[in-house]
Structure formats: C-alpha cells, structure tokens
C-alpha cells in the first residue's frame, strides 16, 4: 500500500489503464493504485478542476491533452529508469518495474537527458513496453496477438508482458517466457490451458496468464 498518491500517479494511471484496453473508471483506478474509492473520487475531482482529466457522464475518465503531456513525461522516465537499472547495473529485469514506480518521481529534466545520451532512444523497456504505450487494437494492428489467441504451430516471439503484476513477472521468468524469448504454441488443451515450448522445454499457462503476454510471428 502506497503512502501518498501522487497526481502523476494518478495521470499515468489513467494512461496505462486506457494502453490495457481497460475501462477507465473510479473503481479500475482504486484497484491499479490500490487506494479506497473515496480517495479515488476525491483525487478525480481536484484533476478535473485543474484541468487535467475529463469525465463522460457514465464516469468514464479521459486525460484532456495538458494531463496527457504530464502522464507521458513520467511514463517516458519510468520507462529510462528501467532501462537504467537493467542496462547500466545489470538489474533482474521482474524486479525493475518497482524500483521505478519509485525513482520515476525523482528524475529532473538533467537527468532525464542524461539518462537519453546514455541509453539512447527508442528501444522498448525490459517488459517490451515503448516508451509510447499503444492500446490493444494498435498491437493487433502491428500483427501481435496475446498468446492465448496465437496459432498454434510456427514460431513466435514475445514482444512485451503485463508489468504492473511483480509475481507474474518473476513466474514468467521461471520459465524463461521473457520479451525476446522464442516459443513454438504446441497445443490448446480442453482445460483451457496452452502448452508451448520455450527454452528447449515444454511449459503449460493458463489462458488468464497467457492474456497478459504479446506475441508476434518471429
Ligand atoms: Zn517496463
């Protein structure tokens, strides 16, 4: 549980959320910052006021163009900060998501043009997140399919996974399913389980699980 939630926060939640294809609403942001729904309600009102999100009348929540250049400036940072902890000093890369969660807040503009010279632009984050976050129908668009929707058959490779969920991450790890790694779908099972091999091995997810991690034709 989180101490204080920033208005960032609250921003790039908003931006992520609509990047997952989810219902941007009081109750999806209270479970993705994991605050109660009156600090939600409370929040949403001061970002309206300042300008920075809008509501439809079914509560439904927009980032106004000024509060998506603020969403975007942190997610740009979390997105070096990853790159930072994974590239410069070689951190796991399940475990960076927090660390940035964390960091991101602290980087100043100098830093942050540091942290470009150093990394360089535009490669994707250890989850194989852009720094850009594209909703859904633009994967599909791109011919990424999340891996319980793949062909079975034919090679795949995994383009990017859900970051927000460390015990998925670090569960994928275990079985070497990392943005990068080859896979080969081997079977939809009835139990509505897939088999795929990756790593010389065969493995087994849920389709649940499966929903979180993108795929292309390698
Ligand atoms: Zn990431």
Same mark, same amino acid.
């Given at each position: 549980?989180?101490?204080?939630?920033?208005?960032? =926060?609250?921003?790039?939640?908003?931006?992520?959320?609509?990047?997952?294809?989810?219902?941007?609403?009081?109750?999806?942001?209270?479970?993705?910052?994991?605050?109660?729904?009156?600090?939600?309600?409370?929040?949403?009102?001061?970002?309206?006021?300042?300008?920075?999100?809008?509501?439809?009348?079914?509560?439904?929540?927009?980032?106004?163009? !000024?509060?998506?250049?603020?969403?975007?400036?942190?997610?740009?940072?979390?997105?070096?900060?990853?790159?930072?902890?994974? !590239?410069?000093?070689?951190?796991?890369?399940?475990?960076?998501?927090?660390?940035?969660?964390?960091?991101?807040?602290?980087?100043?503009? =100098?830093?942050?043009?540091?942290?470009?010279?150093?990394?360089? =632009?535009?490669?994707?984050? $250890?989850?194989?997140?852009?720094?850009?976050?594209?909703? $859904?129908?633009?994967?599909?668009?791109?011919?990424?399919?999340?891996?319980?929707?793949?062909?079975?058959?034919?090679?795949?490779?995994?383009?990017?996974?859900? !970051?927000? =969920?460390?015990?998925?991450? !670090?569960?994928?790890?275990?079985?070497?399913?990392?943005?990068?790694?080859?896979?080969?779908?081997?079977?939809?099972?009835?139990?509505?389980?897939?088999?795929?091999?990756?790593?010389?091995?065969?493995?087994?997810?849920?389709?649940?699980?499966?929903?979180?991690?993108?795929?292309? $034709?390698?």
């Amino acid at each position: 549980m989180k101490i204080t939630v920033s208005k960032e =926060d609250y921003l790039k939640a908003i931006a992520e959320a609509e990047a997952e294809g989810e219902p941007v609403i009081a109750a999806t942001l209270a479970k993705w910052l994991g605050v109660s729904p009156p600090a939600v309600t409370m929040s949403t009102r001061r970002l309206k006021r300042d300008g920075l999100i809008e509501a439809d009348p079914g509560g439904h929540l927009r980032l106004t163009g !000024e509060g998506r250049k603020i969403a975007d400036r942190i997610l740009n940072r979390h997105h070096l900060i990853e790159r930072m902890l994974v !590239e410069v000093f070689g951190m796991e890369w399940y475990k960076v998501h927090d660390e940035a969660e964390r960091l991101e807040h602290a980087v100043s503009e =100098d830093f942050e043009k540091l942290l470009v010279r150093k990394l360089g =632009d535009g490669a994707a984050c $250890p989850h194989g997140n852009q720094a850009e976050v594209y909703p $859904p129908a633009e994967r599909r668009r791109r011919g990424w399919t999340t891996l319980d929707e793949a062909r079975a058959g034919g090679a795949l490779e995994v383009v990017s996974v859900y !970051e927000r =969920d460390r015990k998925l991450l !670090e569960f994928l790890d275990g079985i070497a399913l990392r943005p990068g790694a080859s896979l080969e779908l081997v079977a939809r099972n009835y139990d509505d389980t897939i088999s795929f091999r990756v790593g010389g091995r065969m493995s087994q997810l849920s389709s649940a699980v499966a929903r979180k991690v993108w795929v292309k $034709p390698a």
